[in-house]
Nanobody, 133 residues
Framework: QVHLVESGGGLVPSGGSLRLACIVSGSSLNDYMMGWFRQAPGKEREFVAALTWRDVLPYYANTVDARFPDGRFIISRDDAKNTMYLQMNSLKHEDKAVYYC?????????????????????WGRGTQVTVSS
């Protein structure tokens, strides 16, 4: 049984940064497609970013792709710690949400399916991120 625990959320001023962590237990994070999602009050859960050991390039939601000039978030992992991270920079009020870590089967790893929450089997309880204006 895979167990995911998020940490690192909190209150930060607009323009600030946070680094979220997702500790994986019960299995290696390399056995899964790993993703970050977020859910703001009154809105549906939305995809943020995902990675897997099979692909050197992570997959980001278009709005937060750190490879583009206006990208602000960076997903990474530490295999030795079995932990995934989400570095969030230049935070905006609209980034306020509960951020969830999720693990899904590697067979769903593709840029067409990694962003679909239905392809993830295991979820953490989430960590709250609040950005003050």
């Amino acid at each position: 049984q895979v167990h995911l625990v998020e940490s690192g959320g909190g209150l930060v001023p607009s323009g600030g940064s946070l680094r979220l962590a997702c500790i994986v237990s019960g299995s290696s994070l390399n056995d899964y497609m790993m993703g970050w999602f977020r859910q703001a009050p009154g809105k549906e859960r939305e995809f943020v970013a995902a990675l897997t050991w099979r692909d050197v390039l992570p997959y980001y939601a278009n709005t937060v792709d750190a490879r583009f000039p206006d990208g602000r978030f960076i997903i990474s992992r530490d295999d030795a710690k079995n932990t995934m991270y989400l570095q969030m920079n230049s935070l905006k009020h609209e980034d306020k949400a509960v951020y969830y870590c999720a693990a899904g089967a590697l067979e769903y790893w593709s840029r067409g399916t990694a962003g679909n929450a239905d392809n993830y089997n295991y979820w953490g309880r989430g960590t709250q991120v609040t950005v003050s204006s």
